[in-house]
């Protein structure tokens, strides 16, 4: 593969960064992973060469960094930069940052080192000679005003940028000067604490509401934003006066140019931007509006699969996108903090993982959700946290950025996997399962939970089951319940009105509620389990309204021969294992957390895996 002869120095040498070679086609020589700072991210140093000249002076932008991990950029591999940047980090050093990259041949397609390339240096002959261009140039414009778009340098006390002058504006916002300013601009990506001058051009792509808080120090309020360019993403965060000065005049989608803000280490608690760093707003920054075309992304996520979020931390914040599979009602709660009432809907997401979990929308992203019910939609959200509460689920903060069928091809490829055949896949649910000793993905058989004591610990056991229905009980399958939304307690009758203590109302009517008892059997024995509404539904194949019409018409012929038609029909249930006291009686009690018809198709697909993993040990 033939390499860009000479275009390393045309790149550290070229004076408008518009103007950089498109796409050219350079060596990987070295990789060095830098230290991360405390939850930060890995960076990468790269050495590069064009066959003529290496230079060690370039960096991976972090949203490439699964490609080291992939091995697919490595030491010898050939790449093309599709997109990169380079700016001046030192006096005399400037730094080559690669933001989108395609692997020509990988490292073992290459025998070695291609040419005999000797390091370029840090610059210093041709700083000094854009220094006497500087000069001339400064002589130059003390003499005639100074043109629109003209290309000139701009020399602070801490580095030498080539930077391009834009047409005068009337003011910057927060700022009371109205001369023209010429705009040093920076990638994300490369922006460190120790730098004090610099422009970011980038897309606001979430701004969070006010929030006001009270210390030791006394009242305040404040409020964030992220911000995304083609290297990366980052938070900002401005407080008191600075909100008074800034949030109106943020529009989130809308590009700006800010500097004279300041970076601190980026605290990963509240925050899922893959970013070392956070902004700082302060009374000197300054931000203009970006009013020219520019192609900046409108979002950057870093998704992860739902299987994989078993793996997660407790309060992680993480990126997901999945197809909604099933939606509750909105109910209404009221909060501990604030006393006050919230709306509340959770939402069933699946991926091609074969895992769904459940996430919960708030306010008014719940109410609003009501349009999408039942026409399974793709969102994505960005930053939702992780919960442990009964093993693993989401939940949407304030700060989560929430999109619903977003333009990004991670969710056309969901779609078009969905209604192709994902729709009818079996998938292990990930909520509702504990997490710790054995993963909710985790098979068992019936002989199992008595050879290995499954739920004879503090807590209870959660495992998949694969397992016939033999039998169903159908004396006390179900019971009248309270028929508000948020309330299942069983209601007592009287004089045609049904009670529910737990509310302290009295209704005209009820809903039915299954409790189900069955039998179930695999190849090592038998198991009684209970199962409540959603497993009982999926295991008779009816609704709890449908099987309480059968059963109060006294069509005694249908109600028995749903029962008849369920036995012997293969499901995978999510067990609950745990021992119970009832008058003094030790018992274990098994309970469907969910039970999913068998897709032999996926059936197989597990079964082959874990074959394989067998062959591997």
Same mark, same amino acid.
């Given at each position: 593969? +033939?390499?860009? #002869?000479?275009?390393?120095?045309?790149?550290?040498?070229?004076?408008?960064?518009?103007?950089?070679?498109?796409?050219?086609?350079?060596?990987?020589?070295?990789?060095?992973?830098?230290?991360?700072?405390?939850?930060?991210?890995? /960076?990468? /140093?790269?050495?590069?060469?064009?066959?003529?000249?290496?230079?060690?002076?370039?960096?991976?932008?972090?949203?490439?960094?699964? *490609?080291?991990?992939?091995? &697919?950029?490595?030491?010898?591999?050939?790449?093309?930069?599709?997109?990169?940047?380079?700016?001046?980090?030192?006096?005399? @050093?400037?730094?080559?940052?690669?933001?989108?990259?395609?692997?020509?041949?990988?490292?073992?397609?290459?025998?070695?080192?291609?040419?005999?390339?000797?390091?370029?240096?840090?610059?210093?002959?041709?700083?000094?000679?854009?220094? %006497?261009?500087?000069?001339?140039? !400064?002589?130059?414009?003390?003499?005639?005003?100074?043109?629109?778009?003209?290309?000139?340098?701009?020399?602070?006390?801490?580095?030498?940028?080539?930077?391009?002058?834009?047409?005068?504006?009337?003011?910057?916002?927060?700022?009371?000067?109205?001369?023209?300013?010429?705009?040093?601009?920076?990638?994300?990506?490369?922006?460190?604490?120790?730098?004090?001058?610099?422009?970011?051009?980038? @897309?606001?792509?979430?701004?969070?509401?006010?929030?006001?808080?009270?210390?030791?120090?006394?009242?305040?309020?404040?409020?964030?934003?992220?911000?995304?360019?083609?290297?990366?993403?980052?938070?900002?965060?401005?407080?008191?006066?600075?909100?008074?000065?800034?949030?109106?005049?943020?529009?989130?989608? #809308?590009?700006?140019?800010?500097?004279? +803000?300041?970076?601190?280490? +980026?605290?990963?608690?509240?925050?899922?931007?893959?970013?070392?760093?956070?902004?700082?707003?302060?009374?000197?920054?300054?931000?203009?509006?970006?009013?020219?075309?520019?192609?900046?992304?409108?979002?950057?996520?870093?998704?992860?699969?739902?299987?994989?979020?078993?793996?997660?931390?407790?309060?992680?914040?993480?990126?997901?996108?999945?197809?909604?599979?099933?939606?509750?009602?909105?109910?209404?709660?009221?909060?501990?903090?604030?006393?006050?009432?919230?709306?509340?809907?959770?939402?069933?997401?699946?991926?091609?993982?074969?895992?769904?979990i459940n996430a919960t929308l708030w306010g008014g992203e719940a109410e609003n959700f009501e349009e999408y019910v039942g026409k399974n939609p793709v969102i994505a959200i960005k930053?939702?946290?992780?919960?442990?509460?009964?093993?693993?689920?989401?939940?949407?903060?304030?700060?989560?950025?929430?999109?619903?069928?977003?333009?990004?091809? $991670?969710?056309?490829?969901?779609?078009?996997?969905?209604?192709?055949?994902?729709?009818?896949?079996?998938?292990? !649910?990930?909520?509702?399962?504990? *997490?710790?000793?054995?993963?909710?993905?985790?098979?068992?058989?019936?002989?199992?939970?008595?050879?290995?004591?499954?739920?004879?610990?503090?807590?209870?056991?959660?495992?998949?089951?694969?397992?016939?229905?033999?039998?169903?009980?159908?004396?006390?399958?179900?019971?009248?319940?309270?028929?508000? +939304?948020?309330?299942?307690?069983?209601?007592?009758?009287?004089?045609?009105?049904?009670?529910?203590?737990?509310?302290?109302?009295?209704?005209?009517?009820?809903?039915?509620?299954?409790?189900?008892?069955?039998?179930?059997?695999?190849?090592?024995?038998?198991?009684?389990?209970?199962?409540?509404?959603?497993?009982?539904?999926?295991?008779?194949?009816?609704? %709890?309204?449908?099987?309480?019409n059968y059963k109060d018409s006294e069509d005694q012929e249908k109600f028995e021969s749903i029962f008849k038609e369920a036995a012997f029909k293969p499901f995978v249930f999510k067990? /609950?294992?745990? &021992?119970?006291?009832?008058?003094?009686?030790?018992?274990?009690?098994? !309970?469907?957390?969910?039970?999913?018809?068998?897709?032999?198709?996926? $059936?197989?697909?597990?079964?082959?895996?874990?074959?394989?993993?067998?062959? *591997?040990?």
């Amino acid at each position: 593969m +033939a390499l860009t #002869k000479n275009v390393i120095k045309q790149i550290v040498c070229c004076r408008d960064t518009d103007n950089l070679p498109p796409n050219p086609i350079v060596q990987i020589l070295g990789i060095k992973k830098l230290a991360a700072g405390p939850g930060g991210q890995d /960076r990468y /140093r790269l050495v590069l060469s064009d066959g003529v000249d290496f230079y060690t002076s370039a960096m991976l932008g972090t949203q490439l960094n699964d *490609m080291v991990h992939d091995d &697919m950029v490595e030491v010898k591999a050939v790449i093309q930069m599709n997109r990169y940047t380079c700016n001046v980090v030192q006096k005399t @050093r400037k730094i080559i940052v690669v933001l989108e990259l395609t692997v020509l041949q990988k490292a073992a397609e290459v025998e070695g080192k291609i040419g005999e390339p000797t390091q370029l240096s840090d610059l210093v002959e041709e700083q000094a000679q854009m220094k %006497a261009v500087i000069k001339q140039e !400064s002589v130059d414009n003390n003499n005639q005003p100074p043109k629109p778009y003209s290309n000139s340098f701009k020399k602070t006390s801490n580095s030498i940028a080539y930077t391009k002058q834009p047409p005068p504006k009337q003011s910057f916002y927060g700022s009371n000067t109205s001369q023209t300013t010429t705009k040093n601009v920076f990638p994300i990506s490369s922006l460190t604490p120790y730098q004090n001058r610099w422009t970011i051009q980038a @897309r606001v792509t979430n701004k969070a509401a006010i929030r006001h808080y009270s210390n030791a120090k006394g009242q305040g309020k404040l409020f964030s934003f992220d911000l995304v360019d083609q290297s990366g993403e980052i938070r900002a965060t401005g407080f008191n006066e600075v909100v008074d000065k800034y949030y109106d005049m943020l529009e989130q989608g #809308k590009v700006y140019y800010i500097t004279k +803000a300041s970076l601190k280490p +980026a605290n990963k608690q509240y925050s899922s931007l893959r970013n070392d760093y956070e902004m700082s707003l302060n009374n000197d920054t300054i931000i203009e509006l970006c009013e020219e075309a520019c192609d900046l992304p409108q979002l950057q996520f870093n998704f992860k699969r739902i299987k994989d979020i078993e793996q997660v931390n407790k309060d992680s914040l993480i990126d997901v996108i999945g197809v909604v599979k099933s939606t509750t009602d909105v109910t209404q709660i009221t909060t501990r903090t604030t006393n006050k009432q919230v709306s509340k809907r959770e939402v069933t997401l699946v991926d091609q993982s074969g895992a769904a979990i459940n996430a919960t929308l708030w306010g008014g992203e719940a109410e609003n959700f009501e349009e999408y019910v039942g026409k399974n939609p793709v969102i994505a959200i960005k930053g939702a946290k992780v919960s442990d509460f009964g093993g693993r689920s989401l939940s949407i903060l304030g700060s989560s950025v929430f999109h619903i069928n977003p333009d990004v091809p $991670e969710s056309h490829e969901l779609k078009g996997w969905f209604d192709n055949g994902g729709a009818s896949e079996q998938t292990a !649910s990930l909520s509702g399962q504990r *997490m710790d000793g054995m993963s909710g993905g985790v098979y068992k058989t019936i002989a199992q939970i008595k050879d290995e004591n499954l739920g004879m610990g503090e807590k209870a056991d959660y495992f998949n089951l694969r397992a016939y229905c033999v039998f169903s009980k159908k004396e006390n399958c179900m019971y009248q319940a309270c028929p508000s +939304a948020e309330c299942n307690k069983k209601v007592t009758e009287d004089n045609g009105q049904y009670r529910c203590e737990k509310c302290d109302r009295t209704y005209p009517d009820f809903k039915y509620r299954m409790i189900l008892s069955s039998n179930i059997s695999d190849f090592t024995g038998n198991q009684w389990i209970t199962s409540f509404q959603e497993s009982a539904e999926v295991i008779l194949g009816v609704t %709890a309204e449908q099987l309480g019409n059968y059963k109060d018409s006294e069509d005694q012929e249908k109600f028995e021969s749903i029962f008849k038609e369920a036995a012997f029909k293969p499901f995978v249930f999510k067990i /609950r294992a745990k &021992m119970e006291s009832y008058q003094d009686d030790v018992r274990l009690k098994c !309970s469907s957390v969910s039970a999913m018809p068998m897709n032999f198709k996926q $059936e197989s697909k597990r079964l082959i895996e874990e074959i394989k993993k067998l062959e *591997m040990c």
